[in-house]
């Protein structure tokens, strides 16, 4: 069957089960605190609570691809079926990976992430830019052919980013927005948004750049990095009504309660959209 482009899937599951992401990052921390081995069966047993709880109801649901990596081949089998029972479930499966690299090994890196036969086959993933933005070429075409996404860092939320995205390029720009004009060329015309998101962090205050790419704007630090669903419209302005924030442990340290981690699904996509209808 042939999806949908992404962007037409996501603007559809956000006006359907609200604007929200929820991450599914097992720390070993947040194991422990879910009473819970730091192993493969504690992996298994987090991921399948949280798909469980989560994946009927939430627009995005996004591995982080790293604490799956960390038990080698059995943490992929278990990421396997996770990214396989929440697209079942009605999920959209964004892939936190950040890859980035040039050439056949973008290429294959696409292949993992983007290929429909592949077990690793997301609804979209993250990427990373700073190689040249023509060096995601292998992923974007690959997105195209398949129907799913990408998200591209632009202006992330940890505090070291700043060094690189904010540096200027050598027309001017900064490079955050360079590669933000690179984001909007590739939607430019796409209805009712493209499939080429860009990654901004809700914890910037004033971004101070242009974010009308006509694609999502994958929002992190919702939650445990400090912003609140009432800072989006001070970050994206007229383009919040694009905005996908991310939430991780905010929800997640309610686990392993089921009806908990619904519960603050719930209020998190609530807030968010009471905070986008008053722009």
């Known amino acids: 069957m042939t999806l949908a482009p992404f962007g037409a899937r996501l603007r559809h599951a956000m006006d359907t089960r609200g604007p ?26 987090f991921t399948r609570t949280t798909v469980e709880a989560l994946a009927d109801r939430v627009a995005v649901l996004k591995p ?49 992430y983007l290929d429909k036969d592949s077990p690793l086959f997301s609804d979209a993933v993250t990427l990373s830019p700073y190689l040249g933005f023509g060096s995601l070429r292998p992923a974007l075409d690959a997105a195209a052919v398949s ?55 809700a914890t910037l205050g004033d971004a101070g750049v242009n974010l009308d790419i006509n694609g999502p704007l994958l929002a992190p630090g919702i939650g445990a990095q400090g912003a609140t669903p009432g800072d989006l419209p001070g970050v994206f302005g007229r383009v919040v009504g694009n905005v996908v924030p991310s939430v991780s442990r905010g929800v997640l340290r309610h686990g392993p309660d089921l009806a908990a981690l619904r519960e603050s699904a719930t209020r998190f996509a609530d807030e968010v959209r009471a905070a986008v209808s008053s722009v």
């Open 64 to 112: 982080q691809s790293a604490f799956f990596e960390r038990f080698g081949s059995r943490g992929i089998a278990v990421l396997e079926k996770a990214v396989e029972e929440a697209r079942a479930a009605g999920a959209l499966v964004l892939m936190d990976a950040k890859r980035g690299d040039i050439g056949s090994t973008m290429g294959a890196y696409a292949a993992t």
């Open 147 to 201: 129907g799913a996404g990408v998200f591209v860092l632009a202006l992330t939320s940890n505090p070291e980013g700043a060094e690189v995205q904010r540096s200027t390029a050598a027309d001017g720009r900064s490079l955050a927005q360079l590669m933000l004009d690179h984001m909007a060329a590739e939607n430019a015309g796409a209805a009712p948004m493209g499939s080429v998101g860009a990654v901004v962090g």
């Open 20 to 45: 929200l992401c929820v991450g599914i990052d097992p720390h070993a921390s947040l194991l422990t605190a879910w009473g819970l081995s730091d192993d493969i069966a504690g992996l298994e047993r």
